[in-house]
């Protein structure tokens, strides 16, 4: 539901310390920032969120987030004893727990920190653990987005998806982006980023010889391209950039706070559907987003300056890792002609 549909703070959590257990990927935790702006919103004196080492950059770039309580457990990891001491050192803080994954493990914290409320959706038997927990009603909370912050609106707004939904807003730091255009040796033609990743895996990923393609009439265009991602992503990028003048590949050589202030000097982005799209979209930068195994639907960019390429076959979408018909023609038949032609038609 748009930021618009629903006005008005209901104070639900006048003078409230609440906990928030956030989400174990990038785009996951960007998209938690609606929820934390709606918590604010609703009166909340404070917000902590549990969170990842990694996601900390992401995090200190929000103003509704007032501590990062770092969950020292690597992805994946079941880490009882790490979760137990985090929880008993938490003891008298907080008010209220929203557990936004639907994992035992991760309503363990705030049981040990024996915070009285305590939310999240039904999983994974999480019974004693939660106190509050919601049926997840696949058709009303259709969205990523739209689960997380229906956790923090009351059960009956939530069941009927009245709530607002306001959106990600990433804060810039125009001093850490005039070192890296120096550092980088970047600026003086407008810049498209693109980032070729995705980690759900190949069925999410646009061919990397489209992207060199599209990088190529771009730079001939009299663009600069950046290609993002992390260390894993470069030999990617550099396939992309390869034998390109005014392309550069960034993968793996800035960090995740980097790629905030880069992607929002970029003028556009092309993108997969992938964590750094929500970064590139709560900085306000154009969208080219394209889906092929994945769903708009389920995981759109949070913005209104976002053109979706999807082209809605009958097998797609999938949600699987890799083509089970083998041609992924979802993305194969997304040709870099038309992506150049949306970049040059965009306002």
């Given amino acids: 539901m748009p930021e618009a549909a629903v006005s008005g703070a209901t104070q639900r959590y006048m003078g409230q310390r609440l906990l928030v257990v956030g989400p174990s990927w990038v785009g996951d935790m960007v998209m938690a920032q609606s929820l934390f702006k709606a918590l604010k919103r609703d009166g909340a004196a404070s917000v902590a969120v549990v969170a990842p080492a990694w996601s900390r950059p992401i995090l200190e770039r929000m103003d509704e987030v007032d501590e990062i309580i770092e969950l020292g457990t690597g992805h994946g990891e079941f880490g009882l004893a790490a979760r137990r001491r985090l929880g008993r050192s938490l003891r008298g803080r907080f008010d209220h727990a929203i557990v936004l994954p639907r994992s035992w493990k991760s309503a363990l914290v705030p049981f040990f920190a024996r915070i009285p409320r305590r939310v999240g959706f039904i999983g994974e038997q999480r019974y004693g653990l939660l106190n509050e927990r919601r049926k997840l009603d696949r058709a009303v909370l259709d969205q990523t987005v739209k689960r997380f912050v229906s956790l923090g609106a009351s059960r009956d707004a939530a069941a009927r998806g009245e709530f607002a939904m306001p959106r990600p807003e990433l804060r810039r730091d125009p001093a850490n982006l005039a070192r890296l255009l120096e550092v980088h040796g970047l600026g003086g033609r407008p810049a498209i980023g693109m980032m070729p990743g995705a980690e759900y895996g190949p069925a999410k990923q646009w061919p990397l010889p489209y992207f060199h393609r599209l990088a190529a009439m771009l730079v001939e265009g009299g663009f ?124």
């Fill in 224 to 347: 600069e391209v950046r290609v993002f991602g992390g260390p894993k992503d470069s030999p990617a990028g550099e396939e992309i950039v390869r034998g390109l003048a005014h392309a550069r590949n960034l993968c793996g050589e800035t960090r995740l706070e980097d790629a905030v202030d880069l992607l929002g000097d970029c003028q556009q982005v092309v993108t997969n559907d992938s964590g750094l799209m929500h970064v590139a979209a709560a900085v306000g930068t154009r969208i080219q987003a394209i889906y092929g195994s994945s769903s708009p639907s389920y995981t759109p960019p949070l913005t209104d300056n976002a053109q979706v390429h999807y082209l809605a076959l009958e097998c797609s979408p999938c949600f699987e890792r890799h083509c089970p018909l083998g041609h992924t023609n979802c993305l194969n038949l997304i040709s870099p002609e038309s992506l150049r032609t949306a970049i040059l038609d965009s306002p």
